[in-house]
């Protein structure tokens, strides 16, 4: 299923991701408190392209699921990366439309969030920031024309091991990987969106990075949307496995 709007994931994510098929709201301004609502998940999703959805109480509801549901974990079609999910269950693959990617869920066909993992090549991982700094080469185009508008938030590390020794560079098994976290708006004329974003890079085979992360839209709820990312950063990021001892052969 591939999503006609996706290349937001990897450039919301602005250093993943554009959240493959953004809300078509409008940008929320408002800093009010967040109505209380209860945790739903969202209708069965039947897989087939969509446009995104609009905030509201149904947005709001699958936020508070995303914040306190259990994890369980999701693999990728080449069995190459295993990846924790709240209500998990409820999350579809996806194809980023334009951005070949190893990786891609959304929670919900109206896109409550959106995960997303990438490639990028280098020649030496094992040195400490290279893959960040890959990624963000890859992406900075996205960013560029989508004219998004990106706030850095606290960032944060972690040390992540790597245990698919054999076929990574030396050095490369056990790094401080940082999360780049922020909060970014888009600006063209066809789309005014907000995501809360986080990612990762890590050094997954030799020669290559795994670059994933979340995007959320905020459409009319910040707060949750933040609340939801942060979830990710503190509890779904430090805990990305490479499953393969060799890079993935294809892309989708």
């Not at 709007?5 to 409008?26: E, K, M, Q």
């Not at 940008?27 to 069965?44: D, E, I, N, Q």
């Not at 972690?158 to 909060?183: C, L, N, Y």
């Amino acid at each position: 299923m591939r999503s006609p709007r996706a290349a937001y994931p990897f450039v919301s994510l602005a250093l993943l991701a554009n959240v493959a098929c953004s809300g078509t709201g409008p940008s929320p301004s408002s800093t009010a408190p967040a109505s209380p609502v209860s945790a739903a998940s969202p209708p069965k999703d039947d897989g087939q392209a969509a446009q995104g959805g609009t905030g509201g109480t149904s947005h709001a509801a699958a936020l508070e699921q995303l914040k306190v549901a259990p994890l369980r974990g999701r693999i990728d079609k080449q069995q190459a990366v295993r990846v924790l999910l709240p209500d998990a269950e409820h999350w579809t693959r996806v194809r980023f439309w334009g951005v070949p990617s190893l990786v891609g869920f959304r929670y919900g066909k109206e896109h409550h969030a959106i995960v997303g993992g990438v490639v990028t090549h280098v020649a030496d991982n094992t040195a400490q920031g290279a893959c960040t700094k890959s990624f963000e080469a890859w992406a900075m185009p996205w960013v560029q024309s989508f004219e998004v508008e990106l706030t850095h938030e606290a960032p944060s590390a972690f040390v992540w091991t790597h245990t698919k020794g054999p076929s990574v560079a030396k050095g490369a098994a056990r790094q401080i990987v940082e999360i780049d976290a922020m909060f970014a708006k888009t600006a063209t004329l066809a789309e005014r969106e907000a995501y809360a974003v986080a990612y990762s890079a890590y050094p997954a085979w030799a020669g290559a990075c795994l670059i994933l992360g979340v995007a959320v839209p905020a459409r009319d709820d910040p707060a949750r949307a933040r609340d939801v990312r942060d979830r990710f950063a503190r509890d779904v990021l430090p805990k990305v496995e490479v499953l393969s001892e060799n890079e993935p052969k294809e892309t989708y």
